[in-house]
């Protein structure tokens, strides 16, 4: 395991359709995050799992966004009925405590069109 | 007011020089703070860590805190040009990370 994986790496769709995004954290990682980056902006926090338990969802996740960790391990992002405000860059991030920062995957690059 | 602020930049410098990074926070309880680089087209790497007031150096990394003023900065010494990139400054605050806007720092050779 060498670090926090993210899959696509890119993902093009029509407006309206249905996309899942995967992120896999470093294995002794209990805590999961996902992030939205848009162009000249920092990261924006959008949730955070505690191994299974969804422990917070920042105000900017509309009812078309759902998060899932099943057994704690993986996550999966979906955004339902995409728009073209919803183009950014996905970041999914680990950590085991909160003293030492998290790490990031690569991201998924979304684009919708 | 942002949680955490930054100076977009550009900041210019040439190579050699000496680059200061800063950043200024609004939680007054926040107790750890973070500087990220990110590359173009890529995720946010982790290059420090500080908690406690005063000065942290690692290789060519120097962060400082202030927690009476609110402010944290980076220094980067003997800047190269891989240097350039963008310099995120994140505060753990309300139990989570809270980025700035990142200063993108160009150094020429």
């Known amino acids: 395991d060498t670090g926090v994986s993210q899959d696509p790496r890119h993902k093009i769709t029509k407006r309206g359709q249905n996309v899942t995004f995967r992120c896999d954290p470093i294995?002794?990682?209990?805590?999961l995050y996902w992030y939205r980056q848009t162009l000249g902006q920092g990261p924006e926090f959008l949730t955070y799992?505690?191994?299974?338990?969804?422990?917070?969802k920042s105000r900017l996740l509309s009812d078309r966004f759902s998060a899932e960790r099943p057994k704690g391990s993986f996550s999966t992002l979906e955004i339902q009925r995409t728009e073209q405000g919803d183009s950014a860059m996905y970041l999914c991030?680990?950590?085991?405590?909160?003293?030492?920062?998290?790490?990031f995957g690569s991201g998924t690059r979304l684009t919708v069109v | 007011q942002k949680e955490v602020e930054q100076n977009s930049g550009p900041l210019s410098v040439p190579e050699g020089a000496i680059a200061s990074l800063n950043c200024t926070y609004s939680?007054?309880?926040?107790?750890?703070f973070f500087w990220y680089r990110q590359y173009s087209g890529k995720s946010p790497e982790l290059i420090m860590f500080?908690?406690?007031?005063g000065d942290k150096e690692d290789g060519r990394f120097t962060a400082q805190l202030n927690k009476a003023s609110q402010y944290v900065s980076l220094l980067i010494r003997d800047s190269q040009p891989s240097d350039s990139a963008t310099y995120l400054c994140?505060?753990?605050?309300?139990?989570?990370?809270?980025f700035g806007t990142g200063t993108r720092l160009l150094v020429s050779p």
């Open positions: 991030a680990s950590s085991a405590t909160d003293n030492y920062g998290y790490t």
């Open positions: 294995s002794e990682h209990n805590r």
């Open positions: 799992f505690q191994n299974e338990a969804q422990l917070e």
């Open positions: 939680d007054r309880g926040s107790q750890s």
């Open positions: 500080i908690y406690s007031n």
């Open positions: 994140a505060v753990f605050t309300f139990q989570k990370l809270v």
